[in-house]
């Protein structure tokens, strides 16, 4: 059985001016598309809290890794991969794409 998660930083718009980081919640789905489309749709219109209750005006765009879950059976036992992947969300600059990929070593 394969499942995806995904947690990260998003990047987004103050109230009264400037931007901000903040982490993101942890999303999981049972195909990458649900898992994408969650990420999206907390980006475009806040349907998704992505910024966990933050609070921003607005969201930019996220840095999240994503997580594919392979759990299989064979022989009796139980065996797990996962493998991670960071990927960029919305409508970032490089300049932000740098700065959400800097906090996110830290």
């Not at 749709?41 to 765009?61: A, H, R």
């Amino acid at each position: 059985m394969i499942t995806y998660r995904a947690t990260g930083i998003v990047l987004g718009n103050c109230w009264g001016g400037g931007q901000g980081c903040y982490p993101a919640i942890k999303i999981t789905a049972t195909n990458r598309a649900s898992l994408v489309q969650q990420i999206e749709n907390g980006i475009k219109d806040g349907s998704v809290d992505l910024d966990d209750g933050m609070g921003f005006e607005s969201i930019v765009g996220a840095l999240m890794c994503v997580e594919t879950i392979d759990v299989r059976e064979i022989d009796g036992k139980t065996f797990t991969a996962i493998d991670y992947e960071d990927e960029y969300f919305g409508d970032l600059t490089p300049e932000q794409e740098e700065l959400l990929a800097e906090l996110s070593l830290s």
